[in-house]
């Protein structure tokens, strides 16, 4: 793994905040810094692929999918709907 410095300005009560949690996970403030960011690209990919995905979406076909849930199948003795 290749590794490179980089001086990252934060803004004092963060940074001692993140330091705080740093040692309350027990790492390194490097470490939980470059967790963090991974986490954030993370997300970052998630949500542009699943935008991506979406655009190739048809409601339509979707509902007509869903229209045809249970068609043919029905309720089996001791089936039961859960209530929130």
Same mark, same amino acid.
């Given at each position: 793994?290749?590794?490179?410095?980089?001086?990252?300005?934060?803004?004092?009560?963060?940074?001692?905040?993140?330091?705080?949690?740093?040692?309350?996970?027990?790492?390194?403030?490097?470490?939980?810094?470059?967790?963090?960011?991974? +986490?954030?690209?993370?997300?970052?990919?998630? +949500?542009?692929?699943?935008?991506?995905?979406?655009?190739?979406?048809?409601?339509?076909?979707?509902?007509?999918?869903?229209?045809?849930?249970?068609?043919?199948?029905?309720?089996?003795?001791?089936?039961?709907?859960?209530?929130?």
């Amino acid at each position: 793994m290749r590794r490179s410095n980089f001086a990252l300005r934060l803004q004092p009560s963060l940074l001692e905040e993140a330091r705080k949690l740093a040692e309350t996970e027990g790492v390194a403030l490097n470490q939980l810094i470059n967790v963090a960011v991974a +986490e954030k690209l993370s997300a970052l990919r998630t +949500e542009t692929y699943f935008r991506k995905r979406a655009t190739r979406g048809n409601a339509k076909k979707a509902l007509r999918i869903l229209d045809r849930a249970g068609v043919g199948n029905p309720p089996m003795r001791g089936d039961r709907v859960k209530s929130r």
